[in-house]
């Protein structure tokens, strides 16, 4: 790589920092911004345009970024909400991969039933990114935040096993219903039984380990480990990462000490913004390798045809949001998403949320240029260009509409979720409280320190709720400094207690928790003096 090249790279590093803040502030989903980047940046002279290679996509981006988002996922919460996660996710999925190709038929019958599957695959699974960084920032209930980040966990590895089923078919000519949904259940259960093996095997070896930066480098490296060892069992490498991040993220806790924690939360929040900004700058560069009309057909009639495609996939997500949740009440749907008070909103707001990205546009570039027989795949091109103005369209249109959708139906809780913190750190203090009193019965910490403690939680117990001013309060008596850390690490093993029962009554979110640790691992640090530590 030249001099030219790396002040290019260096530039568009900046622009995508520069458009990312940007977008922030005027409340654009930052993916928006960066595609459009991506393809003004295509048409800039002198601005070398990288190759995409699917493999690329699926190896170095899509792993960590699926176990970055599965990491912070709740099995228990996604339990919760399986009935409208599945239907989105498996049946909604299958349900776009076939109106999809048969749209495509009816448009473009030269392609073939096999092709028009295989573009139905492709644009089947969302991409999460855009309309959780809006809702988050709106303050959506986290209920809608799980059921749009649970789907996209799940769908891509289903669609995936359907492009691939369909693209066998495109090349061999041959198509069998029998050997196909065996091979998706075969996929489906492989990936997910090698993704918590893999999860299981990394655990056991993190507790064991005493070293911080090899902590933090082993999670780096399980992910691309799930999703090898997945694939080379013939199961599905997405749902294998999936799998593996669920499992590492409900035992996190167990596995690392605060410090750990707090080093690998920053590490892994810079790395997936780093990935996704990537991810979609890459997109929007590949528009002039895209654009040139295939098999001399006009580009505005293609055009044309990915726009009625992307009305297709949007409409059906929107239509199945308005019928399909009432037509399974009776099977235990999520009440939250059928009260009629609020159901219309919530359910308009998930279907508007189906936003498409780096996964449909890898799949396409998957698509070999020849089949079996060596002659050459007719439609390939097609097919990706369809793709591509299928993203362009649903990013645009939807993650720049999504925010006045969201603040038209006023779904924003933000004084709610204060609310939840606030009482849930009350509980979380009031049981270092009582644990003192323990210690105190027992006479087992020193009179001097109690009477400091006490005084440092009761403080903080009355500013939380709302009688003194927001200030902090921390006196340490002249005591050995392994006496307080020894008692203050007891105090907060009661609090952390507390925190973990909150979750277990369903009084706090997954998220809150998260949250309300952090805080924990903070003041536990502090109290080590920042000393490294292992898990």
């Known amino acids: 790589m030249g001099a030219h090249e790396l002040l290019v790279g260096l530039l568009l590093a900046l622009a995508v920092l520069g458009s990312t803040l940007a977008a922030r502030r005027v409340g654009i989903p930052y993916p928006v911004v960066l595609v459009v980047l991506g393809l003004g940046a295509g048409f800039v ?81 969302t991409d999460p990114v855009a309309a959780t960084a809006v809702m988050r920032r709106l303050g959506v209930p986290e209920r809608l935040r799980t059921i749009v980040e649970g789907e ?20 061999t000519g041959a198509f069998s219903f029998g050997s196909s949904a065996v091979e998706l259940v075969r996929a489906v259960g492989a990936g997910i039984a090698i993704g ?19 902590e933090i480098g082993l999670s780096l490296v399980t992910p691309f480990a799930a999703y090898l060892a997945a694939e080379e069992a013939g199961g599905s490498g997405v749902l294998g990462v999936v799998a593996c991040g669920l499992l590492l993220g409900w035992i996190s806790s167990d596995l690392t000490d605060p410090g750990t924690r707090l080093e690998a939360t920053a590490f892994w929040n810079v790395l997936s913004f780093g990935l996704n900004a990537a991810i979609f700058v890459l997109i929007g560069l590949q528009l002039p390798e895209i654009a040139s009309p295939p098999g001399g057909q006009a580009t505005v009639e293609l055009v044309a045809y990915g726009i009625g495609v992307s009305a297709v996939v949007i409409g059906l997500r929107v239509a199945w949001q308005l019928i399909v949740p009432h037509a399974v009440a009776g099977l235990g749907a999520s009440r939250e998403l059928l009260d009629p008070r609020r159901s219309l909103p919530e359910r308009l707001v998930v279907g508007w949320s189906g936003m498409r990205g780096a996964v449909s546009l890898a799949a396409a570039l998957s698509i070999p240029l020849v089949g079996l027989s060596g002659e050459e795949l007719r439609g390939r091109s097609v097919v990706l260009f369809v793709t591509f103005v299928v993203i362009c369209t649903t990013l645009v249109l939807q993650g720049t509409t999504l925010p006045f959708v969201i603040r038209a139906f006023a779904l924003g809780e933000g004084d709610r979720r204060e609310h939840e913190l606030t009482v849930a750190r009350r509980e979380v203090t009031a049981a270092a409280l009582a644990r003192m009193d323990e210690l105190d019965e027992r006479e087992e910490i020193p009179a001097e320190l109690l009477e400091s403690l006490r005084g440092v939680y009761e403080h903080r117990l009355a500013r939380l709720e709302g009688e003194l001013a927001e200030e902090e309060l921390e006196d340490r008596p002249d005591l050995d400094h392994e006496t307080y850390r020894r008692f203050r690490r007891e105090l907060l093993s009661a609090e952390r207690e507390r925190l973990r029962a909150l979750h277990a009554e369903g009084l706090l979110t997954f998220e809150q928790v998260r949250e309300i640790q952090r805080e924990l691992d903070l003041a536990e640090t502090l109290v080590d003096g920042g000393e490294g530590g292992g898990a």
């Open 196 to 214: 918590l093996a893999v999860g299981w095997l990394a655990g056991q070896v993190r507790r064991r380990i005493d070293d911080r930066n090899v």
């Open 45 to 125: 002279p002198g601005v070398p345009v990288p190759t995409l290679d699917p493999d690329v996509v699926f190896f170095l981006f899509l792993p960590p970024l699926l176990y970055s988002a599965a990491f912070l996922s709740s099995p228990r919460e996604l339990a919760r909400h399986a009935l409208p996660i599945g239907l989105l996710a498996f049946v909604l999925v299958v349900a776009t991969t076939c109106i999809v190709a048969v749209v495509v038929h009816v448009l473009l019958p030269q392609l073939g039933w096999a092709l028009a599957f295989v573009l139905g695959a492709v644009v089947a699974p």
């Open 152 to 171: 996209s966990l799940v769908n891509d590895g289903l669609a995936l096993v359907l492009f691939a089923v369909a693209l066998e078919a495109a090349r």
